[in-house]
């Protein structure tokens, strides 16, 4: 019985060689097919469906501004680039996409709901029903019955909850609210459609909300003594501790005798000196109707 030889290394090495070289050659050649079939037309994104409760954007037009964002076929797409472009469209807030073979994406988004109007008058942003604040064109703010909230970068949520606190409170007044503004020191303003200012003043938001109550509470009896019904309301200022002032359309703290008599001059301030406030024909008097 002959028994067989080992063979000698190089011949070993030889032969490894030779099959590291074989599985080499097919790999490349599975990847030059695979990367061929992946790119046969038929791969190609031929359909784009859009699905969502849409209000301020139709398919139609979201697939024409994403459209030029998409790179790549079925496979190859970033869905990730194309969820973003979708987000890009005004008036978006949410976009889901995936995939469904052979060569369609399928594309959910969620719109925002506006509250209101954010920021100073003339801007293009609004705040939507979880506070989050986006951007609209001018001509979806046309025609709006929006309140507009004004208050620091990032405290947008907190200035919508309070309108949704104070706007039920204030209905009483027959006017809605129309700006509502949490000013740089933390102090709450409201105007009213009807052009009558409320400062509300600061503290945490159940005490500016009690504060408004006790005031909608009071303020037409507090007219009625001054002979005016509650829209000759001007301005009210709650920031007292024991009452509120008010300024009602017609009612004066100047008597007519008073208005009649000359005013002194007064000597010019000098210079690096506060100016005198000038007088007024009629100012806000501090009313009888308590708050606290």
Same mark, same amino acid.
């Given at each position: 019985m002959n028994n067989a030889l080992p063979a000698p290394f190089?011949?070993?090495l030889m032969n490894w060689t030779a099959s590291a070289l074989f599985v080499g050659c097919a790999a490349l050649?599975? %990847?030059? %097919?695979?990367? !061929?079939l992946l790119r046969l037309p038929v791969f190609s994104i031929g359909?784009?469906?859009?699905q969502g409760e849409l209000v301020h954007n139709n398919p139609v037009t979201l697939r024409a501004n994403v459209g030029p964002h998409l790179v790549g076929n079925f496979f190859t797409v970033d869905l990730q680039a194309v969820r973003e472009a979708f987000e890009q469209v005004? !008036?978006?807030r949410s976009a889901m996409v995936r995939r469904e073979f052979p060569n369609s994406l399928r594309v959910e988004l969620q719109e925002?709901? %506006?509250a209101a109007v954010w920021g100073a008058e003339g801007g293009n942003k609004l705040v939507d029903t979880r506070g989050e604040v986006?951007? %609209?064109s001018s001509d979806d703010l046309e025609g709006d019955d929006l309140p507009r909230l004004v208050g620091p970068e990032g405290r947008s949520l907190e200035v919508l909850q309070m309108e949704r606190s104070l706007a039920p409170v204030l209905k009483p007044l027959g006017s809605e609210i129309d700006v509502l503004e949490l000013t740089g020191r933390g102090g709450w303003r409201v105007t009213l459609d009807g052009g009558a200012v409320i400062e509300?003043?600061?503290?945490?938001p159940a005490d500016v909300v009690a504060r408004a109550r006790r005031f909608v509470q009071t303020v037409p009896q507090v007219a009625a003594q001054q002979g005016r019904r509650i829209d000759a309301l001007e301005l009210a200022d709650l920031r007292h501790d024991?009452?509120?002032?008010l300024r009602l359309r017609g009612v004066s703290t100047i008597t007519a005798e008073m208005a009649a008599k000359p005013r002194p001059v007064r000597a010019p301030a000098r210079s690096g000196a506060a100016g005198a406030r000038p007088a007024t024909t009629g100012a806000p008097a501090r009313t009888t109707g308590q708050t606290r």
């Open positions: 190089d011949v070993k050649v599975l %990847a030059a %097919a695979g990367s !061929w359909r784009i469906v859009v005004p !008036w978006v925002h709901q %506006a986006f951007e %609209a509300l003043g600061g503290g945490n024991n009452g509120y002032a």
